[in-house]
């Protein structure tokens, strides 16, 4: 091999890595532009949700209470409650902590020793 060959090996190598890697960096702006437009809608639909329900003119729906209806709820102390409930009750669209599934309702559960 001459050295005249080497030298055009190298640059057909480095032209192809180059338009490769520009191929390649347009791709990926592509798809964090994409998906940035995804999670920005999915906020404003999510913020236009809290809006509706917060505000006064419109009815808030009930929430959907599977225990006993004759119990308070002042009557649980603070620290009996589970951690995630009142995050959960609040959302629009709640998620479960572990599983991110969707989650369609709630139900209270006791335990005595």
Known sequence: MTK???IMDLTETTSVIFWGSVIIGYL????????A????????LRHHERE???SPDEQRPEK??????TED??????????VCALTVECEV?????VCLQS??????VYYEC
């Open 4 to 6: 005249d060959k080497i």
């Open 64 to 69: 959907h209470v599977v225990a006993d209806e």
């Open 37 to 44: 437009v995804k999670v920005w809608n999915r906020w404003k």
């Open 73 to 82: 709820e002042d009557d649980i102390p603070d620290g009996a409650l589970c």
């Open 93 to 97: 669209n709640p998620k479960c902590p």
């Open 52 to 54: 509706q329900q917060q």
């Open 28 to 35: 990926s702006v592509g798809i964090l532009g994409f998906a």
């Open 103 to 108: 989650i369609r309702g709630s139900m209270r």
